[in-house]
């Protein structure tokens, strides 16, 4: 069935430093993917809307400065986060939306652990 | 102001009881709701949906859920609770149209006492 796909899973990076995370979908092209934040023990918070072939949409308080994310092609959008610092460190998620066979399936990835040294 | 609610932060539940989480949802258009199921330091796994028909829906590992649109609601239920079961729970509102993307409750946290 359809996929969606992460990597890394988990990465470690010194503050300062950029980090970047991928997300794929693997068996559907997906126009729009979404792209979330979780602390732990909490919800998750939607950071940004990725658009294939055009600028992301920020939730507001989101810095897309320091969030960049980009949406290449139907399968693969990035997020990189610039000059990372501790409080950057969390859990991010992606999403992607079939709109095909699969009726409107929202497909989450595994997540990316990210902590920053 | 689109919003999903789960009123419990926390529930604890005896091995074997029956189980039954809450959501309520705040939602503009026609709601497509979700419950998701997160152990601990994993994604998300999804336990079932509801997009039209059956208000009542079931999901995998013995879930089922209920929308009663009169009440805004989308519960959560279990039969009998599993061990296993113990996790946190989310439940999410969303759209029809692909540009949009979900909202989630800020989750409850399920354990299961033996």
């Known amino acids: 069935g359809a996929v969606v796909s992460q990597h890394p899973s988990w990465v470690i990076c010194k503050s300062g430093t950029s980090v970047k995370i991928e997300c794929r979908s693997l068996d559907f092209q997906a126009t729009t993917m979404f792209w979330y934040r979780q602390f732990p023990k909490q919800s998750l918070m939607l950071m940004a809307t990725s658009n294939e072939g055009s600028k992301a949409t920020y939730e507001q308080g989101v810095e897309k400065d320091k969030f960049l994310i980009n949406h290449a092609s139907l399968t693969l959008s990035t997020l990189t986060v610039t000059s990372a610092h501790p409080e950057d460190s969390s859990f991010y998620i992606c999403?992607?939306?079939?709109?095909?066979?699969?009726?409107?399936?929202?497909?989450f990835g595994e997540g990316s652990w990210l902590t920053v040294v | 102001a689109q919003s999903v609610t789960q009123p419990d932060i926390h529930i604890t539940v005896s091995e074997g009881a029956s189980l039954e989480l809450r959501c309520n949802y705040s939602y503009g258009a026609t709601p497509y709701l979700f419950w998701y199921v997160q152990s601990p330091g994993q994604g998300l796994q999804l336990l079932l949906k509801?997009?039209?028909?059956?208000?009542l829906v079931q999901g995998i590992k013995g879930f089922e859920a209920e929308f009663k649109r009169s009440q805004s609601s989308f519960n959560l239920r279990k039969p009998s609770v599993h061990w296993s079961d113990a996790a946190e729970y989310f439940c999410a509102v969303g759209s029809n149209q692909a540009g949009t993307a979900l909202i989630f409750g800020k989750g409850t946290t399920l354990s299961v006492s033996s």
């Open positions: 999403s992607a939306r079939d709109g095909g066979i699969s009726g409107n399936t929202i497909y």
């Open positions: 509801y997009f039209s028909g059956d208000t």
